[in-house]
Every structure is written in structure tokens, then in C-alpha cells.
């Protein structure tokens, strides 16, 4: 089975970098990914790491090392519009997906 | 409007009566995935389809849940006897499956959200 971990909250200043770290434990998976959720409405894919390193979109980074079972999703230059909760999902070998807990990201003025 | 879309978006039902659930993907996705999301919590993997074939189950998911996706088309999900622990937003997602990167790219609705009083 999978089983990941998240901070539960994060907060960050408008216009800085955040880092969101995710723990994992898992018998195997395809890779890991990210996505964001605002209140009230649905997760929206942000990134995914195949392979160890970081990934590299825009104002968002994700990063995976399988050896640490460890990834993290990078937010630069924050934005008010960043607040959310962010998960990060494994696909296992049995092609079903396992979220994390989420992290609430809050960004003040 | 070619994203995914479910229906009803709220549904408030008495315990015991069983209630069904729509989801219709992007045209072009094989994949079709429901979660269970509640407050505060990530979504809870309930089951997948490619095409129309049933190929995930939650071991979680109790045999009052029940889902189809006749011609690998739209989907429903059926609860039988709601009880009051199954209140919850249930969403559905779709994807491609063609080998890539993008098999990892799941394509939520909007959810809905079922009341059982």
C-alpha cells in the first residue's frame, strides 16, 4: 500500500518562495505528482516527477528523490491567488492514485 | 464547455435511500476515476475504468457502492442505504492513458456534494 505525509499548514508573504514537502511510504509507483486545490472547487494538476529531480514549470518546481522517499513542490514569487491546499499523489503499480493529506497555503499581503 | 462535468452538484438525501451520481469525461479520455473527498482531507481513491472495464477497487469502498461506465463513455455511482458517514463531496476525474506523462494527468469535475441526514 501507499501512505503519504504532508504539513498540515504553510505560511508565506507575497512574493516569496515556499517549499511543501512530501514524505512517503509506498511498495511502488509510477511517479509523483501535485495538485492544487482553492476553496470550494476542484484539484487542478500542477506538476509531475517520473523520474528523480526537479521539474520545472513556470513559478512552480517539484522535486522527487526515491532513494529519501522524499518530494517537495517549490512556489516562487507568491501570489494571493496562491492560497490553497496543495496534495501530492502516487500512482501505484495498480494504476489507482493515493493522495496525500493536503497543505494549506496561506499568503498574506 | 469540454471539461468534466457531474451531476447533480448537491444532493440531500434521508439515511436508507440510495442515491446515483453522474460523471461525464473528456470525450477523448479512456481513463474515468471517483474519489470520496471530505473536509480538510485529500481525495479518497474509490475506483477507476478504462473504457468500460472496472479495473481498481478500493478495498475501503462497501458493497452499497457500486459503479458502471456502460460504452466506456460517462460513468455512475451508485450508493445504496446511504448512512450518514457517506456525506461527502464525490469527485470524478479522467485521464488519457497512452504511455506517457500524460497518464498522470487527471482532469477533475466539480464534485458532488451528497448531505445524508
Known sequence: GQSLEQPSEVTAVEGAIVQINCTYQTSGFYGLSWYQQHDGGAPTFLSYNALDGLEETGRFSSFLSRSDSYGYLLLQELQMKDSASYFCAVMGYGQNFVFGPGTRLSVLP | ?117
Open chain 2, 1 to 117: 464547455d469540454t471539461g468534466v462535468s457531474q451531476n447533480p452538484r448537491h444532493k440531500i438525501t434521508k439515511r436508507g435511500q440510495n442515491v446515483t451520481f453522474r460523471c461525464d469525461p473528456i470525450s477523448e479520455h479512456n481513463r474515468l476515476y471517483w474519489y470520496r473527498q471530505t473536509l480538510g482531507q485529500g481525495p479518497e481513491f474509490l475506483t477507476y475504468f478504462q473504457n468500460e472495464a472496472q479495473l481498481e477497487k478500493s478495498r475501503l469502498l462497501s458493497d452499497r457502492f457500486s459503479a458502471e461506465r456502460p460504452k466506456g463513455s460517462f460513468s455512475t455511482l451508485e450508493i445504496q442505504r446511504t448512512e450518514q458517514g457517506d456525506s461527502a463531496m464525490y469527485l470524478c476525474a479522467s485521464s488519457l492513458r497512452a504511455g506517457g506523462r500524460e497518464d498522470n494527468e487527471q482532469f477533475f469535475g466539480p464534485g458532488t456534494r451528497l448531505t445524508v441526514l
